[in-house]
Nanobody
Framework: QVQLVESGGGWVQAGGSLRLSCAAS????????MAWRRQPPGKQREWVAA???????TYADSVKGRFFISRDNAKNTVYLQMDNLRPEDTAVYYC???????????????WGQGTQVTVSS
């Protein structure tokens, strides 16, 4: 059974840092490219960062130089280190496979519960 469990969110003042974690099960994690996406209040979900199975990372322009994605294949976990947070980073953050979420090909996407990040000015 597929499961993605995001954690590490919270409330932080602008300029602060948070580290998100996502534990995956039910997939062959080490072979999957993984991504973090976020959904700001009242907006659509957007792609934030991705890391390939062999560790190459890419970022949205809005977070480049502030967010850093990493993975630990031994723990089936992907991380997102977020530094110098801004109020516009406020969102629910989700992890999933990249470029398409789990189940996309069957029209039945699977998403975890996400983790809320709130950045105050």
């Amino acid at each position: 059974q597929v499961q993605l469990v995001e954690s590490g969110g919270g409330w932080v003042q602008a300029g602060g840092s948070l580290r998100l974690s996502c534990a995956a099960s039910g997939i062959i994690f080490r072979t999957e490219d993984m991504a973090w996406r976020r959904q700001p209040p009242g907006k659509q979900r957007e792609w934030v960062a991705a890391i390939t199975a062999d560790g190459k990372d890419t970022y949205a322009d809005s977070v480049k130089g502030r967010f850093f994605i990493s993975r630990d294949n031994a723990k089936n976990t992907v991380y997102l280190q977020m530094d110098n947070l801004r109020p516009e980073d406020t969102a629910v953050y989700y992890c999933n496979t990249d470029p398409f979420p789990i189940g996309w090909v069957n029209g039945r996407e699977y998403w975890g519960q996400g983790t809320q990040v709130t950045v105050s000015s």
